[in-house]
């Protein structure tokens, strides 16, 4: 028997904004199933902090229709700010207070009463790692910790669903890392995160499904393996121990050959069908094959294809590399 789909966290209609003649959103369509992570990617100016903006209610779409968790986000606005948490670019860190100071203060805004907020506080505090550091000012926190200061922030009020708007701007590998190993922890107990990134291989470790903007609209959607499969340049590579199976190879299938390395690429689409047919013509002919790998394009590809630049994150790579 067929599982149930989820049911939708967050589904969006048409969703427009503009500033004066600039069109920021034109006719945005979400729908973003409850439990999962759902990754919005863009270069700068696609409109990501925008829509994040309108989904937590801080600006006003000009048109378009919301609902977050079944509440309207015209008409409910206050239901849509207590289900939610939001992280946004910069730590909403107060670096005078303490850690533990901060996560109680978040607690007096969300009225749980001072002994509630303090038990909040301290479960926080040994979920996040933060214990050592707990009672030192938050000026004295690296970058790594500011950031899961903030992410616990934001759950103190417990919200089901959490938008993250670049939150691993600027952090070191590790500590992109332990984010990553939060949210995923997040999803797994049914919260629904929301993550703008430009950091492509982010998008790909987490997101559930993704959504690449241009010019404010959506220029795909689906799952980053779907997307992947959608761009041309996937093949798979056949490693062979001698010439004469190389040959037999490139006559019964076709491909480019690299003499050289005694291999043979065949295009495909890197899907399972394409592989069991390739598998399926290989035993046929009877070529013996020493090695087979599959490559498909990477998020770079698809960004690339889909945009006509490639992302601030290969930017960044490249630029790492040289």
Excluded: C
């Excluded at 950091?199 to 987490?206: H, K, P, V």
């Excluded at 070529?287 to 790998?293: D, K, M, P, Q, Y």
């Amino acid at each position: 028997m067929t599982p149930p789909a989820p049911r939708a966290a967050i589904t969006a209609t048409g969703l427009r904004k503009s500033y004066g003649d600039h069109v920021v959103l034109d006719g945005i369509d979400l729908d973003v199933p409850a439990g999962t992570v759902f990754s919005l990617l863009g270069p700068n100016g696609a409109g990501k902090t925008t829509i994040v903006k309108i989904l937590s209610t801080l600006i006003a779409a000009d048109s378009g229709d919301v609902r977050i968790l079944g509440h309207d986000l015209d008409t409910e606005p206050d239901a849509v700010r207590a289900a939610i948490g939001v992280t946004g670019q910069y730590a909403a860190v107060d670096g005078l207070l303490t850690g533990e100071e901060n996560l109680t203060l978040m607690g007096d805004l969300h009225r749980l009463g001072r002994r509630r907020a303090r038990r909040r506080a301290a479960e926080l505090v040994e979920r996040f790692d933060l214990a050592e550091a707990a009672k030192k000012p938050a000026s004295t926190y690296s970058g790594g910790m500011h950031r899961r200061l903030d992410l616990a922030m934001t759950l103190v009020g417990d919200p089901r669903i959490i938008f993250l708007d670049e939150p691993t701007t600027g952090l070191d590998p590790r500590s992109r890392r332990g984010m990553w190993d939060i949210v995923r922890e997040l999803v797994s107990g049914g919260v629904t995160v929301v993550l703008t990134t430009q950091y492509l291989e982010e998008a790909d470790r987490l997101a559930d499904r993704v959504a690449v903007l241009d010019r404010g609209g959506i220029v795909a959607q689906g799952a980053a393996e779907e997307l992947k499969r959608r761009i041309p340049g996937g093949h798979i590579r056949l490693q062979f121990a001698e010439a004469g199976a190389l040959d037999s190879a490139a006559r019964a299938l076709g491909g480019s050959r690299d003499d050289d390395a005694l291999a043979l690429q065949v295009p495909s689409d890197g899907g399972l069908a394409s592989l069991r047919t390739l598998i399926d013509r290989i035993d046929a002919a009877s070529i013996g094959v020493e090695g087979l790998s599959v490559h498909t394009p990477d998020l770079d590809d698809v960004f690339l294809s889909l945009t006509g630049h490639p992302s601030t994150d290969d930017d960044t790579r490249k630029a790492a590399a040289r």
